[in-house]
């Protein structure tokens, strides 16, 4: 028995294990809402970007030697179970690339990097992958009323985690002259919209919709919250999340912990919220969920599953500063050099990527050489002092801390280290 719904916004689809739900029908055909879709030509430079509101897409060669694409982002319909089939579908209203014997298609691909559609131009379209690509269009006595490929694969890595950055509509060889295709665009008055349906198998669940939260370590089966203050991320262009305690420890509390509406996420990104500080405790386990927000239309789409894990902030370690090259004379050292390096260890009992956070100032116990901080900067575990920084004889300290590049975990300073320069000792 199959069941048409047409949906507006809702969830990505990201792939968190294999779960049996019965349905009450065993395949859903729904429509994908359609959130943004340009034509860009190699003519549009950065002073001319292309107009997002224009009723055609031309596609593929121009007989001025242009070359046209286009870009289209959906948001997937809020239908849980595994995608049997995608199709997308775009209206023709011509097609001088259409003739028998023709070799190349217009090729879809899935688009890997973010993009702008108030500000796209040929120097700034997005990337794409291969893998999934589909082709079609080609050899047709005349132009069809409508094209269609088939996207399924492209759909099913889209619920497998891949970031949804939308489809990419472009010729197979743009270094094949080859014509041109004219698509109908979302903002057509007399053709129809392009159309991404998807048919999807409810019968067995095997994709669950959850909410990403970083940073997150998972271990052996256990997730750990890996902050006090983590960050949810939505599927759409707006989100709603809750945080609640996981109802199997009641001795930590019961109920809601933290709910909030995100801010509406800029072009190509998804909705983000952060759980402000003071809220959740170390040690505590909670669960958290989302829904989709449509700022446009009111719309607000199904709640995701809930998620669980146990909070544990953990905060970086340093170890090992050391001034190279220097002799250490009891607790100062003496440095040789006006741009001596800085060193310093970094790391974080869950394998976070680590930097380091430095501070150079003069020596208090010697106000006459001067006051004050000398240089600060963010950067590796090891940097050079920059010429022209330090002066000889002068008494300087430094201090350095750690910082997750993920996440907003940070260490406690080290304590200030004293340092002589000394050039010639």
Known sequence: MMCRTSLLLALTLVATGLTAVPAAYADVTADAALLADVGVASSNGPGSPAPPDAARHYVGDFPDGSEGRAYLRFV???????????????????????????????????????????????????????????????????????????????????GAGAQNYGLAVEGDDENVD??????????????????????VDTGLVVVTRTVPIAPVHVWNGVTTVASLTPLLTGGGVQAEFEIEHDPAVPGQGTGLIWTAVSDVADPGESATARVPEGLLQQGWQIRWRGRDHVPANGYVGAWTGWRYGEVHEAPPRVSGPVVRPSVQKGEVAVTSSLTPTLRVFVSHPYGFTMRARFEVEHDPDVPEQGAGQIWAGLGPAAVTLPEGLLADGWHIRWRVRAEAVEAPLVSEWTPWRKVTVAVGS
């Open 76 to 158: 997937l319909p809020s239908v849980e179970g595994r995608v049997t089939s995608a199709t997308l579908r775009l209206a023709v209203d011509a097609a001088t690339a259409c003739h028998p014997g023709a070799h190349e298609g217009v090729r879809v691909s899935r688009v890997t990097t973010p993009w702008n559609p108030d500000d796209l131009h040929w120097a700034s379209t997005p990337a794409t992958t291969p893998e999934g690509a589909a082709i079609a269009g080609h050899d047709c006595e005349s132009a069809p009323a409508f094209v269609e490929w088939p996207v399924t694969d492209i759909v099913r890595a889209w």
């Open 178 to 199: 080859e014509g041109y295709w004219v698509f109908a665009a979302s903002e057509s008055a007399d053709l129809a919209p392009p159309v991404l349906t998807l048919t």
